[in-house]
């Protein structure tokens, strides 16, 4: 008898360099604006920007089906 193979799902590449999942099950992501033209920015701007946060209900949705094995 022969094994039928079964398609494996794709990771979305893009989405598991920008988000990781907590043991808990929430999704985290690093905030946008730290990188360049800090100069202009407040100390506790900066400060602030440095922290991941986590995402929404409504979108943790999404992104757990772009990472299926996460």
Known sequence: MKK???NKM???KG???RFKIT???KIMHRRGGHSHL???KRSKRKRFLKH???VSKSQSAIIKKLLPYG
């Open 38 to 40: 800090l100069a202009k």
């Open 23 to 25: 043991k808990t099950g």
């Open 15 to 17: 989405t598991a360099k």
């Open 4 to 6: 039928i193979k079964t």
């Open 52 to 54: 991941e946060s986590s």
């Open 10 to 12: 794709k990771t979305n």
